[in-house]
């Protein structure tokens, strides 16, 4: 990416008479927009009629953004076939679980398995492609959008049919499928391939391997479709970097892992949920699985919006302020790129109370000055493009895992895998610690602490991966439900935690979900969960009032392993992870007040900046390494210059 911050929008110029183009190239220009995605939702307008495209108008909108110095992230427009597509092949478009095949009318109409589907994106995309290949405006490919956003699944016969083929590829034999689900059970033994469905409705509980394999083939038939598309735009444009807009964080139908190693550079779409008592902080951890998933390097936010949105029950206008903050937090968080859904607001269609860069209202209004603002500040915050944020704390999460614990026959409904990471992860952003999200087998060279909040289902090697890391001497805490089945979905047997059962020195043999909570023997408030445990060699640091283990540590190695039978409250989740991280070694940026968020992004030769977000009302001092300090006022932030960091 350039060294610049880009900042714009989705621009859909195809919605607004022609004679307004210019009026928005020139107040782009002047709120600062560098960058605009275009495109995205044309393929109707780029091609009316099978086979018959009309580029002139497309053409027109390339030019202008040439001629005023925008560059463009050009979409390939295949996340919305045009009418004429599903009224000539019914059979291509999505079937739900029950068995209706959902018609044209959104977005997203179409079988990610469906050969016609593919073979009319291909075309044209190529035709996009060969187009502009040579363009001056042309950035960046922007492939489809949203994959899976809407048809993560399909249940249909071609679905079924590509379903057996996956896991031919997958599985050697059809005996070896039957022992990976069990089908012993409930008489589901196959003794054919042909026998194999999707887990469509049925009158009971789908077989859980089955269920998982099915949501691991559907992610992968998606990447499939943008490795596709990306193969077709490298053909024509191999210095032409391209990605897809991820919803990492807040989608997990699609592995973010395996399409992130797809992308030349990660790009994500975010928006504030209202239910959310403390929506920045999930977006701290939506941005820091989008840095994550880039390996650390700077990664693009394609999507966020200027205030409410429209597709919730509630639909909360930001404060005043409140768009620069999240801006300012997700660029903190490493995001070289400052982007919003979308330019003008739309007059008509499913998302015209969707805000924007330009409102209904028009400039004169609070949106569009804080645009304006914001552009300026960006552009004068050049010298943070290309920098990087470290952490030393990484939290385990694996898609697999949250798919086979999405299964309804658990032992409880209120552990929620997503939301526990996210609950370790906010105690970390209040206590001013940065943390990366890792996948279990990834890397963790580097890091001082690993979390793993819960991670039900764990492979061997992710397991073996953990294991070793605290054999090296790092520092981990391992939270309830965690290690218990295989990449199967199969129970580890021998006792609980299986997979950890040794590094852990615990052995658990029942579960007790919990109807209500209760008081450890220090004091500290659990609920929802415990375990019969006992000691297998761990120190024993905390108790039920029975006196069974719920929190312990086990040296292994050079290092040590934590453990948690139980799930805490936050004000002692707080204190454990405080416990871990003073054992490893993991300090905050900087000291600052609660509700103050301090990020540091730094480059290679040590220059280093120091972002810190107030999302209070009251006004509040960062203390800088050093021991200078820094006013940021209610509601405010202020990124500094601290100069070069050895």
């Known amino acids: 990416m350039p060294d610049v911050i880009a900042y714009g929008a989705d621009w859909n110029p195809e919605q607004w008479p022609e004679e307004t183009w210019a009026e928005d190239v020139a107040l782009m220009r002047g709120a600062g927009v560098n960058r605009v995605s275009v495109g995205i939702f044309s393929w109707s307008l780029l091609e009316p009629v099978e086979g018959v495209f009309e580029f002139g108008w497309f053409d027109r909108v390339l030019d202008l953004l040439a001629a005023n110095g925008i560059r463009a992230n050009l979409a390939t427009p295949t996340a919305a076939p045009p009418p004429w597509f599903g009224d000539a092949y019914p059979e291509a478009l999505p079937v739900d679980a029950d068995g209706r095949r959902l018609q044209h009318g959104s977005r997203q109409g179409f079988c990610p398995s469906s050969p016609i589907y593919r073979e009319k994106a291909l ?121 897809t807009n991820l919803m990492a964080g807040a989608h997990w139908d699609m592995d973010c892992w395996a399409f992130a190693a797809e992308t030349d550079v990660v790009s994500t779409d975010h928006y504030l949920l209202g239910a959310r008592a403390e929506p920045h902080v999930d977006l701290a951890f939506a941005a820091d699985y989008a840095r994550s998933l880039n390996g650390g390097r700077p990664w693009l936010l394609m999507e966020h919006s200027t205030s409410a949105v429209n597709w919730q029950p509630r639909n909360l206008a930001k404060a005043p302020g409140e768009l620069r903050r999240n801006s300012l937090a997700h660029l903190a968080r490493g995001a070289d790129g400052i982007m919003f859904f979308q330019w003008r607001a739309s007059r008509a269609g499913a998302e015209k109370w969707h805000s924007a860069m330009l409102p209904h209202a028009g400039v004169d209004t609070k949106i569009w000055r804080e645009v304006v603002a914001l552009g300026a500040e960006l552009a004068g915050l050049a010298g943070v493009a290309g920098s990087t944020v470290t952490a030393d704390v990484a939290v385990l999460l694996d898609h697999s895992s949250v798919w086979a614990q999405d299964h309804p026959a ?53 397991a073996a991966n953990l294991t070793e890391f605290v054999r090296r001497g790092g520092v981990a805490l391992v939270g309830p439900y965690s290690g218990i089945v295989d990449e199967h979905d199969r129970v580890r047997l021998g006792g609980y935690p299986g997979a ?147």
């Open 410 to 462: 658990q032992p409880t409904s209120e552990l929620d895998p997503v939301e526990e990471a996210k609950r370790w992860h906010a105690a970390l952003w209040r206590a001013g610690i940065t943390c990366d999200v890792a996948h279990p087998e990834g890397d963790l060279t580097g890091y001082r602490l690993v979390l793993v909040p819960q991670l039900y289902l764990v492979s061997d090697a992710g």
């Open 500 to 646: 950890w059962r040794d590094l852990l020195g615990v052995s658990v043999e029942e579960f007790f979900p919990l109807a209500g909570p209760i008081r450890l023997a220090s004091g500290a408030t659990a609920g929802v969960w415990s375990e019969a445990a006992r000691s297998t060699g761990a120190k024993v640091l905390d108790t039920y009032a029975t006196g069974e283990p719920a929190w312990t540590r086990n040296e292994w190695g050079g290092g040590a392993a934590h453990y948690l039978t139980t799930r805490l409250d936050a004000a002692a989740l707080a204190e454990v992870l405080a416990t871990v991280c003073a054992e490893a070694g993991v300090e905050p940026v900087a000291r600052t007040a609660p509700g103050v968020e301090v990020v540091r992004r730094s480059h290679a030769d040590g220059r280093s900046f120091l972002f810190a977000i107030n999302h209070t009302a009251q006004d509040a001092v960062v203390t800088l390494p050093g021991g200078a300090t820094v006013a940021v006022p209610a509601g405010d932030a202020r990124i500094v210059p601290i100069g070069r960091i050895h």
């Open 123 to 243: 075309r044209i995309t190529e035709q996009v492609a060969a187009r502009y290949r040579d363009h001056p405006a042309l950035a960046m490919w922007h492939v489809h959008n949203e994959y899976g956003c809407h048809n993560a699944r399909c249940y249909c016969d071609t679905s079924a049919a590509a379903f057996r083929a996956w896991l031919r590829s997958h599985y050697p034999s059809l005996d070896a499928l039957n022992d990976a689900w069990g089908t012993a059970f409930w008489s589901q033994h196959y003794s054919a391939w042909a026998q194999i469905l999707p887990p469509r409705a049925t009158p009971s509980f789908t077989n859980p391997g089955q269920q998982l394999d099915y949501r691991r083939f559907s992610s992968d038939a998606l990447v499939e479709l943008y490795v596709a598309e990306r193969d077709l735009l490298k053909g024509l444009t191999p210095d032409v970097p391209a990605t």
